[in-house]
Structures are given as structure tokens and as C-alpha cells.
């Protein structure tokens, strides 16, 4: 049997945009993809391999290669879905079905709206698939798919390691990960309820062989809280992979709370973050809006001293890029200047959002009656409005214009000099290179995008 298993684009180009900025950015995305190898594409093909190791395994990633959905050839295809990519991979599976392939949907936007995913599938996994995996290619093999399989959250042990070399293009990082779930309810956070409150944690050996073998020398960790699975635990792990790959320059951002750092052990944990190669954290920051903050049950993992943190984050020769959420219904316009200025207060990066109310969260349900029905899930990328504001100042239009200044502004070529000077010599050289790895091709094209809108 032969299986191809495609990665979506992130987010479809919606040509009649009212911002030429914001057409144009879904254009880069669409074209340039992003630059680490696609975790779940690589992993689901180790899985592939493990549980049915006679399969003939083809990859594609929908972001960086052309896809011809007419010259498919596959007796599966399966494609992984999050609420941007639903739109893409809906209109795929639709061609493909009628060309009478068989077509298979996981992730979490199906997990979410299984039925609304069934319409354009022969079969959806819902929920993480490592227990339903191996019973679904089988019963593909007899012709005979259900309609859905529902997998449960196992013990991360034995996994299965992600299969290199089979995507046609080239990555300048690749991806792992040590632990799912998150003890945080944070009202737009999909991932707790994806993976469970209770964190599972892979074994630390499985994750120091899987970096220290990899290819590639730059990495993802693509857990939600690079730290919050547990100080003790995290400061081991870091000091076994230090021990692992000191002699390999090998490097590695992820994201992390800031409630860790605070910790006793806080610096202690820096330390060897550090030393195993922890070059660029980023940290979920929020928002400047107190009121938000409480919206969104954001305050727990912020700790009391969030500022303090991000200081010694830095100390430690770690830079930081602060995830920020903006235009909430609870945002002023006053917010957006905010942003910035804590931004060049703590010369870190931002990284801002507008607020998405992603199928399945808290946030979801609480803004459901404010939602435009217009904006299909190819809007919620983070980069469109999806839901109105009481503040007229406040307006799809503003709040899009508004964002796309604060981005340009947050990625000026003052600004990005400035925060790699602060970096300081700890540091020396490798963050130094991650953060302008980094901010540079974001402020070009930030830029670019802002000098071609007539809008902005």
C-alpha cells in the first residue's frame, strides 16, 4: 500500500483583501512556508514506518513545494488540519476523493469539528493518533476505513522517531519534543484541551538519543512550555543533553511561561538551559491590558515579577521573543503603543497576534455571538480579524492596520540593532546569530509589507 501524507499551507491567500498588507503577507507565507521541517509530517511517517513497516511512505509539504492535486497517486492520503489550514485542506480532500482516492484527516481543528471534517473524508482521527494509527492503515489495507477513530492520550513511551529524508525540500532546523499537556487554563489555549491538564513526559534518554542523532543542527522544541513540565525534570533534562552535546554545536529555541523562571531553582534552570544550547525563548508575554490578562485566565503563568524574568532570561544569554495577543474586546487602541514600548523597555522581540478564537477554547465559546460569519477558518491565522469590538475605534479595519504598524514598527532596523547589542556576551556568538537568523528576514518583510499599503 502506498500512503502520502501532505502538510497544508499555513492560511489561504485571500485575494479580495481590504489591506493590500495583509493579502501580501498570506502570499509570503503561502511562498516561503516556514524554515524548520514539519514536525507531525516526519513523526506520522516514523509512526507509519513502526506500526506498519511494509507501507510505501511519500511526504509533502504543501508550504514549500508545488502541489498537483490531479497527479496525487496513493492508495491513503492523510492530512493533519489546523484551523487555517481547514479551508486548503478541505478543498484538497474534496479533489481527491473524487479522483476516488481514499482521504484520511487528523489534528486538532478535526478533533474539534469531526463531523464538519467527516464531509470531505473517508475517515477522521480524533485526538493524538499513536493508538489508532496502526487500525487505521490496517483496515485501509481491507478497504473497510471507519469513519472515525479516537485515540487517547498513552504514555509518551516507545515512540516512534520522526523519519528523515523523505520531504523533497531543504530545512535549515529540525523539531522535537519531551512532553504533552499543559497545567494552565488559559481561555484561547487549544492545547490543554487537545493533550490533557496533566503533563506525560517522553523518557529524557528517548529525547537526548533523537536530538544527538538528528541530522540537523538547529532545533524546535515544539512543546507548549519548554519548562513547565516540572523544574526538577527540566533542569535534568538540559543537563543531560548538555552532557550529550557539548562536542556537537548543536542549538535549540522553544517556548516557555514565565511563572518557571520565578522559581527557587529559577536561575538554576537558566543555567543549564543555557549549556545544553537554549539559544532564543519564547515567552507568552500576552498582553499589556490587565483586563485581558483576567479575560483570558492568563495571569497564573505570568507569575508575579514577569518583567524580572525577562531580565534574567537575558542574563543568562538567552534572547527572548515575547508572544503578544492584541485587539481583544477588551483591547484599546491605546494598547497597540503599549505593546511597543514595553517591547523597547525590555529590548526583546514581539511577536504579535490578533486574537483568535480558535474552535474548541474557552475564548471560542465566550466569542461566539461577536463572530463574523463572513470569515471563514482561513481567517483565523492570527494575522485577520475574526469577531467585532463595542469601540468603533476598534474596527476590523483599524485593528488590521493597527497590528501590521506595530509589527513594522517592533522590526525597524533601529530597533533590531539595539536589541542584538543588548544581547550581551554570554550569549556569544550563537544567540546572537539565532535572534538575526530570525529578526532580520521579519523585518524586511514586515516592511516591505507596510511601505507597498497605501492603508498603513
Known sequence: MKITLISPPFGEYVKKSSLMSLARLDEIQKSEGLPIAPPVLEYLAGLTEKVAPDVDIQLIDANREDLDVDAVEADL????????QA???YKTADILRRRGLKVVLGGMHVTVLPEEAK??????????????????????KRGELKPFYHGGQLPLVDLARPKKGLLKTKYHMGSFFTARGCPFKCKYCSVYKFF????????????????ATSPYWMFWNVDDNIWGAGIDRSIKLYIDLYQELSNMRKWWIGSGDLVSVQHSRGEELLKWARKSGLTLVMVG??????????EWNALLKQGRARKDAIKKIKDHGIDVMMFLMIGGRKDTPDDYKRTLDICDELQV????????????????????????????WEYYNGNRVVFTHDDPRMSVENREKALFWLRAEAFSNARIFKRLWSIGLKGFPMTHVTSAMIQIPMG?????IREGNPYV
Not at 285 to 294: A, H, M, Q, R
Not at 444 to 448: G, K, L, P, Q, S
Open 77 to 84: 492520503v492523510g492530512l493533519t488540519v489546523l484551523t487555517p
Open 87 to 89: 479551508k486548503w485542506s
Open 119 to 140: 464531509a470531505h473524508a473517508d475517515a477522521v482521527v480524533v485526538g493524538e493518533a499513536e493508538g489508532v494509527w496502526g487500525d487505521c492503515l490496517q483496515d485501509a
Open 196 to 211: 490533557g491538564n496533566n503533563i506525560r513526559h517522553r523518557p529524557i534518554q528517548d529525547v537526548v538519543n533523537e536530538v
Open 285 to 294: 508575554w500576552e498582553s499589556e491590558n490587565v483586563d485581558s490578562l483576567k
Open 349 to 376: 522581540m514581539a511577536h504579535p497576534m490578533q486574537v483568535t478564537p480558535f474552535p474548541g477554547t474557552d475564548l471560542y465559546d465566550d466569542y461566539k455571538p461577536y463572530l463574523i460569519p463572513e470569515r471563514g
Open 444 to 448: 524586511r518583510a514586515f516592511r516591505e
